[in-house]
């Protein structure tokens, strides 16, 4: 099958391409390559360094004789989106190609406009651009875990049959996100929903946790090929930001009570994922929705598991709390299901011993390239 990756320069993508790659799908890579232009905006650098997409493609054709088409450019330009999928003629779109910041979306004006316009937009034209030339087509699309917020009662997968007055249905879950990004997964999601159920396109949406981890099969078979280890407080995940933390001797800052709760998900079971999407697609007219994730923590657990991992290579850790930049419940309820894709097969990785110590020794061998004036949050959510 040929299934073009829409953001595949990108943290997710670039690993689900090259698992895609490896496993004998044709792959075709789009994207527009911004997020490396939004780093040198905010001047911010991933821990590990990253070579081009050029370079990567190559390297990767060097080492397993595959190819990966490569299409530059914005899926925000409808022409450029609409004839690179005629040139590729894909069986499946996977698109990551969005802003995937929530501190970015809340720096100011401008930035949440360039998050909703560039996300919301960008998936309308793809929606546009499948039921014109590829209606059958299955769309895989990545969304967050974070459309739903922390609802005091369990979250389902998508849908929930609600009975009010005697009647009953089942209805999209109801979303509660928290900053302007998530937002925009939510309109993409109802936009995609609506596509689905009046031009008979076919989607699946992955609601996905948080991704952590560097290494898959692939990425770790060259320096080249290496993968990106984002620690800054614009684009660091507390589970990365925190193994940094550790390797220079900065004490691990928790956001406010640390009692947040979150999914979770190492990076190999996201390719995982997807491919577990591609394998079995989505009916046409259907709207599929998967939780996609494997673990549940708060973020005073990840802390403790850091500083233990820590401990145990020798380093010193200490944890801090700082204000919360963010508003959202720091006490919470957080029971999401996870179902579907463990039934299709998924068999997790989970959060152990041994890939803590891979993610700390990524960080002490690139803690050269800490800067430490990015750790610390610069975003507020709260009216200045």
Known sequence: MKVLVIGGDGYCGWATALYLSSRGYDVGILDSLVRRHWDLELGVETLTPISTIHQRIGRWQELTGKTIELFIG??????????????????????FGEQRSAPFSMIDREHAVLTQVNNVVGNLNLLYALRDDFPDCHLV?????????????????????????GRTDTLPYPKQPGSFYHLSKVHDSHNIQFACKVWGLRATDLNQGVVYGVLTE???????????????GIYGTALNRF?????????????GKGGQTRAFLDIRDTVRCVEL?????????????????????????????VKQAGITLGLDVNIDT???????????????KNTNLLNLGLQPHFLSDSL?????????????????????????????
């Open 243 to 255: 193994c940094i933390q550790a390797a220079i001797g900065h004490p691990l800052t928790v956001y």
């Open 322 to 336: 700082i204000d919360n930049p963010r508003i959202e419940a720091e006490s919470h309820y957080f029971n999401p």
């Open 218 to 232: 692939e990425t770790g078979m060259d320096e080249l090929l290496i993968n990106r280890l984002d620690y800054d």
């Open 141 to 165: 699309k990545l969304g967050t875990m974070g459309e739903y917020g922390t609802p005091n009662i369990d979250i389902e997968e998508g849908y929930i049959t609600i009975e009010h007055n």
């Open 277 to 305: 999407a591609i394998l079995t697609p989505a009916k046409p007219g259907e709207f599929r929705v998967f939780n996609q994730f494997t673990e549940l923590f708060s973020i005073n657990d990840l802390a403790l598991k």
């Open 356 to 384: 803590l110590d891979s993610l700390l020794n990524f960080a002490v061998k690139y803690q050269h390239r800490v800067d430490r004036s990015q750790i610390l949050p610069k975003v507020s959510w709260k009216r200045e």
């Open 74 to 95: 914005d899926i925000n330009n409808y022409d450029f989106l609409q004839k690179s999928l005629q040139k590729f003629q894909p069986g499946a779109v996977v698109h």
